[in-house]
């Protein structure tokens, strides 16, 4: 069993900065995946970005650019630093890891971009 805890989140202005940050904890053993995804009301949730066990990264082509996700492998924790940020970013953010073929989800964390 995993937990996946988040924070961050907030509001701020059109074409500014945040910053999330989601830990794990639990009976974990090694390096696995994790990332973030974003859900809005009506709307399926969507990648925004992932860090795989050996570091590579996938960002959905909606944030290349000006997302980055990064982790801390000892601390068990990903990060996802947001720049220039837009209304469209608006959402509830939820971390995710994928550990011994069992997807874990956060409880969400809600950005919202004002214009």
């Known amino acids: 069993q995993v937990q996946l805890v988040e924070s961050g989140g907030g509001l701020v202005q059109a074409g500014g900065s945040l910053g999330l940050s989601c830990g794990a904890s639990?009976?974990?053993?090694?390096?696995?995946?994790m990332g973030w995804y974003r859900q809005t009301p009506g709307k399926q949730r969507e990648l925004v970005a992932t860090?795989?066990?050996?570091?590579?990264?996938n960002y959905a082509d909606s944030v290349k650019g000006r997302f980055t996700i990064s982790r801390d492998i000892a601390k068990n924790t990903v990060y996802l630093q947001m720049n220039s940020l837009k209304p469209e970013d608006t959402a509830v953010y939820y971390c995710?890891?994928?550990?011994?073929?069992?997807?874990?989800w956060g409880q969400g964390t809600q950005v919202t971009v004002s214009s």
């Open positions: 995710y890891a994928l550990y011994r073929a069992i997807d874990y």
């Open positions: 639990g009976r974990i053993f090694g390096v696995f995946t």
């Open positions: 860090i795989s066990a050996g570091g590579s990264t």
